[in-house]
């Protein structure tokens, strides 16, 4: 699908809030997802605003069409009705609502930074990568080491000969600031602390980290909320915008659903996932168990969308992550 990009670029404010949901189809969705889709719903209605959902199917190999259909079937089935996207009504007039039909889109941002020199050639392969970057020390979060950077024009184009590059985006010597929603002030050097990340792989596709900000600007999103993991890259995403000539959303993260033994909830976790909690939980009640887990009620009871959203407020949340047993709660 082709899409108009002569004015995209242009900035365009929305007049309410927007939020959004955004997941792969790489799976079916588990309690960490919706939790996440309930989240971002309830901060951005609880403030009169607006939610659309966005199907991120950038990885054509393991994101497939009847896992993004499963994942609008269990929002539509919970009552989270998107204003725009994928089970909405109404056509929001922002799509394509996947990514994978979206490249054009990312094509001509990154013709934008390629002209203004922000992104450089990256000929490394995973095994060169691991040698050469550093874990920053508080988080384990690897830095890439520019090996790239300082390459010749007539060594660029002798490594074209046997592998294609990837593109990063390179990241100034400079402080990074925002005031989360939840975890207030945070400050990262964007060199230092984050490092030149990928903005188009060496197979053709683009990254993530592209997409998702680009997608966020031209949909009109202005309110970010999801999982504490995401926090630390939410300063280059906020640089990335910038340099694109957008604005950055608000930004608010929650804290994680665990397992007992601390890992995170995944895809893999089968007792987890919405087609087993669909089995056991009515709506309402898997609504309700939410509502207890993150301190909205004193003791898990059914509760409707409405009184969710009714009594969200992010100073009720907990920063801490919150251990979930799946063996105990069915």
């Not at 919970?78 to 089970?87: A, H, K, M, S, V």
């Not at 709506?283 to 003791?299: D, F, R």
């Amino acid at each position: 699908m082709n899409i108009n990009t002569s004015e995209i670029f242009q900035y365009h404010p929305m007049p309410t809030l927007t939020g959004r949901f955004a997941p792969s189809p790489s799976g079916r969705m588990h309690m960490g997802n919706i939790f996440a889709a309930l989240m971002s719903y309830a901060s951005a209605k609880s403030k009169g605003g607006r939610w659309l959902l966005r199907i991120e199917d950038l990885d054509r190999q393991r994101c497939r069409p009847e896992y993004s259909q499963q994942i609008v079937d269990d929002l539509l089935w919970l009552g989270l009705i998107p204003d725009e996207g994928p089970g909405s009504p109404v056509d929001g007039g922002h799509g394509p609502y996947y990514q994978s039909l979206r490249d054009d889109v990312y094509s001509d941002a990154f013709d934008r930074l390629r002209h203004d020199g922000l992104i450089y050639e990256c000929f490394c392969r995973r095994q060169d990568l691991t040698a050469a970057s550093a874990p920053h020390a508080s988080d384990g979060h690897t830095i890439y080491a520019r090996t790239c950077l300082s390459l010749t024009e007539e060594q660029k184009a002798e490594m074209r000969n046997s592998r294609k590059p990837a593109w990063r985006l390179l990241l100034p010597d400079r402080v990074s600031t925002f005031t989360d929603g939840h975890y207030g002030f945070q400050s990262a050097n964007l060199a230092k602390d984050r490092g030149d990340f990928y903005v188009r792989r060496s197979d053709g596709n683009f990254a993530y980290q592209l997409a998702v900000v680009v997608d966020d600007a031209l949909m009109g999103v202005n309110e970010v909320v999801r999982g504490r993991d995401l926090l630390p890259a939410s300063h280059e995403q906020a640089f990335l915008l910038h340099a694109l000539g957008f604005k950055s959303p608000s930004y608010c993260h929650f804290p994680l659903l665990l397992s007992p033994d601390g890992a995170r909830l995944s895809k893999r976790d089968r007792s987890l996932a919405m087609d087993k909690i669909r089995e056991k939980l009515k709506p309402e009640e898997l609504i309700g168990l939410m509502a207890w887990l993150v301190g909205l009620q004193t003791h898990w009871s059914p509760m409707s969308l409405d009184n969710f959203v009714a009594s969200f407020c992010w100073d009720k949340i907990p920063q801490e992550d919150i251990t979930v047993d799946a063996a105990a709660l069915f």
